[in-house]
């Protein structure tokens, strides 16, 4: 047997290379253990999560599309030679319906443009938005709500009791889910035109007043149809927060949202830089 140094240094290395291979196949065979069982459990809980998101859909409202439309309209009383004589109004029922020619084009595009630019080209619910409500919501910065005027339509006219839900963040989340595929499905039965007019005669604007016309008639005495563009803008300003943004109480509030309100029409092209200029400055 050769017992010389150079046998033994080969006989040690070739002990270290079936260990260093026994070593390596172990280390291989508890990567791929561990990669199986992460895609297992992606696996999992994705079709936990689909399941729950179906289970979320099939418990949607029934969506009637000829029951999406405003509730509570002020009554109105006439004499028998056919004059108006009073108009009856209680809490949630003071709305004036408009039709689609009474609505100016500058309110329409003065709702577009601060509650939803991107309405003209999507399909019921804004994929970046909700992006960007998502990483607010991660980074606990205000980036932003992600809710489509076809979702408020739903709001306003199906889901009439989400301020009850509180701060219940799975109620939230399960309403959200539901409004979001609904969205989808209403934008097969309506047109854009006909999703604007149902959103603009159902929203509330603040003092009892639901609905365009019955705001364009308590703020400024006129109907919707004869509003300026900077009065178009105050209403429009309501929207977020009918309350705070109220023209008649918190008139400087209302003033900032219509800055902001006109400065988003001139930047997305539905008006020129003297029709901003001029809208700032009508008081």
């Not at 260093?20 to 069982?37: A, D, E, G, M, Q």
């Not at 994705?46 to 029951?67: E, K, R």
């Not at 992600?146 to 989400?162: C, E, P, R, Y």
């Not at 969205?183 to 365009?212: C, F, H, P, W």
């Amino acid at each position: 047997m050769n017992y010389g140094k150079d046998a033994t240094e080969k006989r040690l290395q070739a002990a270290n290379s079936r260990s260093n291979k026994y070593r390596s196949r172990i280390f291989l065979t508890f990567i791929k253990t561990c990669c199986v069982l992460c895609l297992f459990s992606v696996l999992v809980i994705s079709s936990i999560g689909i399941g729950i998101v179906m289970g979320i859909i099939d418990n949607s409202p029934d969506l009637n599309v000829d029951s999406i439309v405003p509730i509570g309209y002020a009554t109105t009383v006439y004499d028998s030679t056919g004059n108006l004589t009073d108009t009856l109004v209680t809490a949630g029922s003071n709305r004036e319906e408009a039709t689609f020619d009474e609505l100016p084009r500058d309110l329409i595009n003065a709702f577009v443009a601060i509650e939803d630019s991107r309405f003209w080209t999507h399909n019921g619910i804004d994929l970046r938005s909700i992006s960007r409500a998502a990483v607010g919501v991660l980074t606990g910065e205000n980036r932003g709500g992600g809710s489509t005027i076809t979702q408020q339509l739903l709001k306003n006219t199906v889901f009439t009791d989400w301020t009850s839900e509180g701060n219940n963040k799975i109620k939230k989340i399960k309403r959200k889910i539901q409004e979001q595929y609904l969205a989808l499905e209403i934008t097969k039965y309506y047109s854009k035109d006909e999703i604007l007019l149902r959103y603009m005669n159902a929203i509330n604007l603040g003092q009892n007043t639901l609905g365009v016309e019955s705001a364009s008639l308590r703020y400024f005495g006129k109907h919707c149809s004869d509003l300026t563009i900077s009065e178009c803008a105050v209403i429009a300003s309501i929207t977020q927060n009918p309350s705070k943004y109220n023209p008649i109480r918190h008139p400087e509030e209302n003033a900032k949202r219509r800055k902001k309100v006109l400065t988003n029409m001139r930047n997305q092209g539905y008006i020129s830089e003297a029709e901003y200029q001029e809208a700032l400055a009508d008081n």
